[in-house]
């Protein structure tokens, strides 16, 4: 019997960004860096096998579509349909890769504001 993986779907809700969480932004490595790059959704951690985003420009908005579509492939990809036992880490782990600078979605964590108070990093 294989493990069951710990995230399994998600759904638009509040996340709290005073906890950890990915940032995703939109934009092109050719033409700017994080700061250029429009923010689309932030991502909470894992409850009950399910992670909460909340999209931070307007899902509803035809000029966002390019953004959201993009933001929940790749939402869908690295935290489900990728089958990583313990996706939270291995989307931590995509933070720092190559195809992460190179693609038009870029992941970033951001630890609770207690880790970094006691010395963590962003």
């Known amino acids: 019997m294989s493990p069951v993986p ?6 638009e809700g509040p996340v709290d960004r005073t906890q950890e969480h990915f940032e995703l932004r939109y934009g092109s490595a050719n033409k700017g860096g994080w700061d ?3 923010p689309i959704a932030v991502i909470g951690p894992p409850t009950a096998g399910t992670v ?3 999209f931070l420009v307007d899902p ?3 000029r966002n579509a390019n953004f959201i579509i993009a933001a929940k492939k790749e939402i869908e990809f690295f935290l489900i349909e990728k089958g990583e036992l ?3 880490h291995y989307a931590q782990y995509h933070c720092g ?3 992460n600078a190179y693609s038009d979605v870029h992941w970033s964590f951001f ?4 880790e970094v108070a006691e ?3 962003l």
């Open 86 to 88: 313990d996706p939270w």
């Open 6 to 11: 710990q995230i399994s779907r998600w759904q």
């Open 111 to 114: 630890k609770t504001e207690t």
């Open 60 to 62: 509803l908005d035809p």
């Open 97 to 99: 890769t190559a195809s």
């Open 52 to 54: 909460n985003v909340q």
């Open 119 to 121: 010395g963590g990093q």
């Open 36 to 38: 250029d790059w429009i």
